[in-house]
């Protein structure tokens, strides 16, 4: 059975920095592209970042750019999402899913299995 279970989110002040990690079991993970998304309250779940399966391509959201970095350590079975600069928009519930394809998605319904989402809040 594949889990994917994620922790580090919390409150923080806007400008602070925060790192997310997903740890995966039940699937083999360096076979594995996995992302980064969250829902924001009232919207859609939305595209954060990716990274492939090796950790040679990442790919973000415009709106992270410069700011997020996804990173990925496949002797731990685990993928991060480092945030930096957060603002008050970041506030969202993030998710940490799993795709098994040769090729990164930002297309929520094309992941495989999806982490318990963690509460990030930007707020003084």
């Known amino acids: 059975q594949v889990h994917l279970v994620q922790s580090g989110g919390e409150l923080v002040q806007p400008g602070g920095s925060l790192t997310l990690s997903c740890a995966a079991s039940?699937?083999?993970?360096?076979?594995?592209?996995m992302g980064w998304f969250r829902r924001a309250p009232g919207k859609e779940r939305e595209f954060v970042a990716t990274?492939?399966?090796?950790?040679?391509?990442?790919k973000y959201a415009d709106s992270v750019k410069g700011r997020f970095s996804i990173s990925r350590d496949n002797a731990k079975n685990t993928v991060y999402l480092r945030m930096n600069s957060l603002k008050p928009e970041d506030t969202a519930v993030y998710y940490c899913?799993?795709?098994?394809?040769?090729?990164?998605?930002?297309?929520?319904?094309?992941?495989?299995?999806w982490g318990q989402g963690t509460q990030v809040t930007v707020s003084s």
């Open positions: 899913a799993a795709r098994r394809s040769a090729f990164t998605s930002q297309s929520d319904h094309e992941y495989d299995y």
């Open positions: 039940g699937l083999t993970f360096g076979s594995y592209n």
């Open positions: 990274i492939s399966y090796s950790g040679v391509t990442t």
